[in-house]
């Protein structure tokens, strides 16, 4: 039986998760572990314990804009402990410009409301690209 890879999504607007849930599910079914946070400190948790599950975090969706930690932060840690993992910003406010894509080792910047089919096109960029 193979092992799965998870991806994590976080956002601090539960509609916003909901909406990636209903996508991603729709798209990829039962290929990926699918797991939510609403703040950077859950995300950060969550990772954590797909670690300790020997899960592999195979994508990260972060926000850009959020109360605790801005996205690029959270992102920043992320590649600290899982460099390998593809990272996807989703934003209605920054400018791409202000947003340090290579550093990040952002795959793409996806902009609220985004398209479904975009949405999907640059997931799979990301995680032919990540991993």
């Not at 999504?9 to 609403?38: M, P, S």
């Not at 994508?59 to 992102?75: A, N, T």
Request: some cysteine; hydrophobic content about 40%.
């Amino acid at each position: 039986m193979s092992k799965k890879s998870a991806i994590l999504c976080l956002d601090d607007d539960e509609l916003v998760l909901v909406a990636l849930e209903y996508q991603l599910q729709k798209y990829y079914g039962g290929r990926f572990i699918y797991e939510f946070a609403l703040d950077p400190l859950e995300g950060l948790d969550v990772i954590s314990q797909l670690k300790d599950e020997n899960t592999t975090l195979a994508l990260v969706i972060s926000d850009w804009l959020m109360p605790e930690m801005r996205g690029d932060e959270f992102l920043r840690k992320v590649g600290l402990s899982h460099p390998r993992s593809a990272k996807i910003l989703i934003t209605g406010k920054a400018e791409e410009n202000n947003i340090p894509m290579e550093e990040l080792g952002l795959s793409s910047i996806l902009y609220k409301p985004w398209d479904e089919q975009d949405l999907f096109t640059q997931v799979e960029i990301a995680l032919k690209t990540g991993n």
